[in-house]
C-alpha cells in the first residue's frame, strides 16, 4: 500500500470521525439538550461551544480541506488523475457543504446563543427557533461530511 493511499484513507477515516460528531448531534445530542428545556439545554449548549475550541474534533475540521488540497496536487503531478479528482471533490464538499455551512450558519447562531447567556431578553424564546434551525443546518453538514469521507476513501481505491 502506498503512502498515498493511506494518507487519503486518513483523510477518509478523519471527514468520517466529523460526520459522525455531526450526526451525533442530529440524532442524539440536540434532541437530549430540546427535551432538557430552554434554561438548562441552551446552558448545556453554550458550554459545548466553548469547549469545542480545545478539541480534536476542531482540529480535524480545519486540517480536512488544506490537506486534501495538498494530496490533491501531488498526486496530480504524479500523474494520478483519478485519485486528485477524489481529492478535489472531497475538499470542495468539505468546504462547500461542511466549512461554509458551519460559519455562515451554525457559529452566528452559536453567537447569538451565547449573547443571550443568563437571564437575557429573549433567551427562552430563541431557544426552540436556535435548536431546529441549528439542527436543520447541522444535518446538511453530516451529509456533506459523509460525502467527503466517502470521497477520500474513492481516492484511496483509485
Known amino acids: 500500500m502506498s503512502a498515498l493511499t493511506v494518507a487519503a484513507q486518513l483523510l477518509g477515516l478523519s471527514a468520517g470521525l466529523v460526520a459522525g460528531v455531526f450526526l451525533a448531534f442530529s440524532d442524539f445530542v440536540m434532541p437530549g439538550l430540546k427535551e432538557a428545556g430552554p434554561g438548562a439545554g441552551s446552558e448545556a449548549m453554550r ?3 466553548r469547549t469545542v475550541y480545545n478539541s480534536v474534533f476542531l482540529i480535524l475540521l480545519k486540517a480536512i480541506a488544506p490537506l486534501a488540497l495538498a494530496l490533491m496536487v501531488i498526486v496530480f503531478f504524479l500523474g494520478r488523475n483519478d ?19 458551519t460559519l455562515s450558519r451554525n457559529v452566528p447562531m452559536n453567537t447569538r446563543l451565547q ?25 446538511v453538514r453530516t451529509v456533506g461530511a459523509a460525502f467527503t469521507c466517502l470521497c477520500f476513501m474513492l481516492a484511496a481505491i483509485a
Open 47 to 49: 458550554g459545548l461551544n
Open 83 to 101: 485519485m486528485a479528482m477524489w481529492l478535489g471533490l472531497g475538499a470542495v464538499s468539505h468546504i462547500l457543504f461542511v466549512m461554509l455551512v
Open 115 to 139: 449573547s443571550l447567556a443568563g437571564e437575557a431578553p429573549g433567551s427562552e424564546a430563541y431557544w426552540p427557533d436556535y435548536v431546529a434551525r441549528w439542527t436543520g443546518w447541522n444535518h
